[in-house]
């Protein structure tokens, strides 16, 4: 986890925090459009709507990274929730993994104008991080990249809780062979 501006990381792909009809409005999607260029709005012009929860891949433009994954958390206009979030971030993490790409950087998804709290946001995500790192994936670096302080603290918050949640687990089953 790191705090900073996504669209400044240089690793294989970066995550949009997307809607369904890979329209760059605002948020998350706005700094890609405006730091990328025309490239990448072009491109998701080019696949047009996808479901919500699904993901799509294009190039980065003029962003460090080389490709941009478009998480469709909401419809344009709607809401984002758990389910949303937690679907689209494993469709993320799966083209990065089909791509063969071994770094990818994700935002907060739904927690802008999707509306997702950025607490579960936070306990979601790092949830289908933990779960997909054990699939046997190319990926060797998911960062969450947080925008400023109070978001990047939130999750280590949740990360440190998980930790903590399985090491208790761990010690209650010593105590049980025992």
């Not at 369904?20 to 696949?47: F, M, N, Y």
């Not at 993320?92 to 104008?113: D, F, H, K, Q």
């Amino acid at each position: 986890m790191v705090e900073g501006d996504i669209s400044e990381q240089e690793v294989d792909a970066i995550v949009n925090a997307a809607n369904s009809h890979l329209i760059l409005g605002a948020g998350v999607a706005g700094v890609i459009r405006e730091k990328g260029g025309p490239t990448i709005q072009q491109q998701c012009d080019e696949i047009g709507r996808i479901e919500v929860g699904a993901a799509a891949i294009t190039d980065a433009g003029e962003l460090p990274a080389k490709h941009v994954i478009h998480a469709a958390g909401m419809a344009p206009g709607g809401v984002a929730d758990e389910q949303s979030v937690r679907k689209s971030l494993r469709a993320s993490l799966e083209i990065a993994a089909r791509e063969n790409l071994t770094t990818i950087a994700i935002p907060a998804i739904g927690t802008g104008v999707g509306g997702l709290s950025l607490q579960r946001c936070a306990e979601v995500s790092l949830e289908e991080a933990r779960a997909y790192t054990g699939d046997g994936t190319s990926l060797e670096e998911i960062r969450f990249v947080l925008y400023g302080e109070p978001a990047f603290r939130l999750f280590e918050m949740v990360n440190d809780a998980a930790k903590v949640a399985a090491q208790m687990e761990r010690l209650a089953k010593m105590r049980e062979r025992d």
